[in-house]
């Protein structure tokens, strides 16, 4: 079906680092994003830091981050 025969001489560690690299630009993204966009539909007076979805999606990235770090 699919020929991945060229990533076999890629190494874990190499594999680790290229994925970390890809998370951290996914952060970087985010952290990029107008936090008018974030709060949208959201009252000024009425924002919590819990409505932040920059923060929700900084923790899924350290979690995914942390489960693929130890496996």
Same mark, same amino acid.
């Given at each position: 079906?699919? %020929?991945?025969?060229?990533?076999? =001489? $890629?190494? !874990? *560690?190499?594999?680790?680092?290229?994925?970390?690299?890809?998370?951290?630009?996914?952060?970087?993204?985010?952290?990029?994003?107008? %936090?008018?966009?974030?709060?949208? =539909? $959201?009252? !000024? *007076?009425?924002?919590?830091?819990?409505?932040?979805?920059?923060?929700?999606?900084?923790?899924?990235?350290?979690?995914?981050?942390?489960?693929?770090?130890?496996?």
């Amino acid at each position: 079906m699919l %020929n991945f025969d060229w990533l076999s =001489g $890629i190494s !874990k *560690e190499t594999a680790k680092l290229i994925f970390f690299g890809l998370y951290f630009v996914v952060g970087a993204l985010v952290m990029m994003l107008p %936090n008018d966009y974030i709060f949208e =539909g $959201i009252a !000024k *007076e009425n924002r919590h830091w819990w409505n932040n979805l920059k923060l929700w999606s900084l923790a899924v990235l350290i979690i995914l981050a942390s489960v693929y770090y130890q496996f």
